[in-house]
């Protein structure tokens, strides 16, 4: 009887084994996904900045042109 209940717990703790390394595996993913994103997420800005700087440019060019 002792020995089938400690079974069971070895049982246990290489499925909670598994659970952390799996839950590891996936928050490195997840890490690694979210600094791509970042870094995704600069470069887009940078373009909307450079953007909305040629545009005010060519806004200006056309008022000097219809004054």
Avoid: F, P, Y
């Avoid at 209940?5 to 799996?22: A, P, V």
């Avoid at 887009?44 to 909305?52: C, E, R, S």
């Amino acid at each position: 009887m002792i020995e089938s209940e400690i079974d069971n717990l070895e049982l246990e703790i290489d499925k909670l084994i598994s659970l952390l390394k799996q839950a590891k595996l996936e928050s490195n993913s997840l890490r690694k996904k979210n600094t791509s994103l970042s870094h995704e997420n600069i470069a887009l800005l940078d373009k909307n900045k450079k953007a909305a700087g040629s545009l005010k440019n060519l806004i200006m060019q056309l008022q000097d042109g219809l004054c």
